[in-house]
């Protein structure tokens, strides 16, 4: 997720917390993986716990074996993901910053999923291009949650990596109302507005884009599958 400028209603939050106590309850590796993401320094935007179930819950409803994700942070959301996945199963998680990926990579072998793991470091568009060089596909479910500038292209770079019927999930695609902004210089503003034109004009994609609020405040996800 990404920093907020709205005021928070308290009435989303604790509609979350409702969630959480009836649906989700307690767990031990996700608490401390966000305990270890404080303590490391890194930044409090991990999707919601509500958010990350529903990412599980998608995986799983695409029966992937293999999955993409773009954006580790400290593996919050990698840790629901690589839950999702079968005996054999593989998540290629991909994320610029070494410190980060450093804290993910002890999450995750802390939540037990280490072996089915394989975070890497560098810029994404840089390592999506020597994934799909060295013919790495196809993915069953890829979730981007990465810097927003260059949404179309990891977009782009999934379906080279997807067969029919592959889930793409693309995070923080209402930014608060932001993506309404036509003349906003907000460099993540025009770059999900170039994601909503590119995804619409993608004729290999059937896709819509759902609004949410939460504990995050106001955001959503561009859902989509590969024809």
């Not at 410190?99 to 390592?127: C, F, M, Q, Y």
């Amino acid at each position: 997720m990404v920093e907020r400028v709205g005021e928070q209603n308290p009435d989303w939050s604790a509609v979350d917390a409702f969630i959480v106590d009836r649906l989700l309850g307690g767990d031990p590796a996700l608490s401390a993986t966000l305990a270890a993401n404080a303590a490391g320094g890194l930044p409090d935007i991990d999707v919601s716990p509500a958010q990350g179930r529903l990412l599980h819950l998608f995986a799983r409803m695409a029966g992937a074996r293999r999955i993409l994700e773009i954006g580790t942070l400290g593996g919050y959301s990698t840790i629901e993901l690589a839950r999702a996945l079968p005996a054999g199963g593989k998540l290629i998680s991909l994320e610029i910053e070494p410190h980060h990926a450093e804290v993910a990579r002890s999450n995750v072998a802390k939540a037990g999923l280490g072996d089915r793991v394989d975070i890497r470091t560098g810029p994404a568009l840089a390592s999506l291009q020597a994934m799909i060089a060295a013919d790495e596909g196809p993915f069953d479910f890829v979730f981007i949650d990465a810097d927003k500038q260059n949404n179309p292209a990891y977009v782009r770079a999934a379906i080279a990596m997807s067969r029919p019927g592959t889930a793409i999930v693309v995070d923080n695609v209402i930014r608060e109302g932001g993506v309404l902004d036509a003349a906003s210089e907000d460099e993540r503003i025009q770059g999900t507005r170039e994601l909503f034109d590119a995804v619409g004009a993608e004729k290999r994609l059937t896709a819509t884009a759902v609004q949410t609020v939460g504990v995050k405040k106001w955001d959503g996800f561009l859902i989509a599958i590969v024809d």
